[in-house]
C-alpha cells in the first residue's frame, strides 16, 4: 500500500476502502494479509511484492465471495512461467489491462527518487467464479 495512493484515489472516487500493508507507512493499518484468516466480503486491490504474488492471488481468490473480484497491479511478466500457468488454469483473470507506456512505481512511495519507468505493468482482474476467456484490454494515457 505505500503512502495509500491507490487507496487515496478509490477514496476519493466515493468507495468504501480498507487500507493495509505489512510495514507502517503512515497510512491503514498494519497487518500481514498472507497470514489474514476468514471471509472478505469485497473487492481486493492490490500492488504485492512480485516474488510473492502467486501467494496474493491464492490467498485473495480463497478470501473473497463468488462474484468479488481481485485485482492487482503486476509485471507484465506475471504472464510467464509454468507454476503461474497452472495458477492461471485454477484462476482465469476476466480481465487484463495492459499499459501502453510504461508506468513509473516508486518503491516504499519514494516517487521524488524515481522519474523514468524501466517496467512493463498490467492490472490482472480476478472474478472469483469466473469460467469464461481472459479479455485483453489497453490503457493509453488521454484516451
Known amino acids: 500500500m505505500g503512502g495509500g495512493h491507490l487507496s487515496k484515489v478509490l477514496i476519493n472516487k466515493g468507495f468504501n476502502v480498507k487500507s493495509s500493508d505489512l510495514i507502517d507507512r503512515g497510512f491503514g493499518e498494519v497487518q500481514d494479509f498472507l497470514k489474514f484468516e476468514g471471509e472478505f466480503n469485497g473487492d481486493i486491490l492490490t500492488n504485492p511484492p512480485f516474488k510473492l ?3 496474493f492471488v491464492e490467498k485473495a481468490m480463497q478470501s473473497v465471495h463468488i462474484g468479488n473480484r481481485v485485482i492487482f497491479f503486476l509485471k507484465i511478466q506475471f504472464l510467464e512461467s509454468e507454476t503461474r500457468y497452472k495458477l492461471f488454469k485454477k484462476y482465469n483473470p476476466k480481465y ?12 516504499g512511495g519514494e516517487f521524488e527518487k524515481y522519474h523514468a ?4 505493468y498490467a492490472w490482472y482482474i480476478f472474478e472469483k467464479g469466473y ?5 485483453l484490454r489497453w490503457i493509453k494515457k488521454n484516451d
Open 131 to 135: 469460467k469464461g476467456e481472459t479479455i
Open 117 to 120: 519507468g524501466t517496467q512493463f
Open 53 to 55: 504474488a502467486e501467494e
Open 96 to 107: 487484463i489491462y495492459v499499459h501502453s507506456s510504461r508506468q513509473i512505481c516508486a518503491k
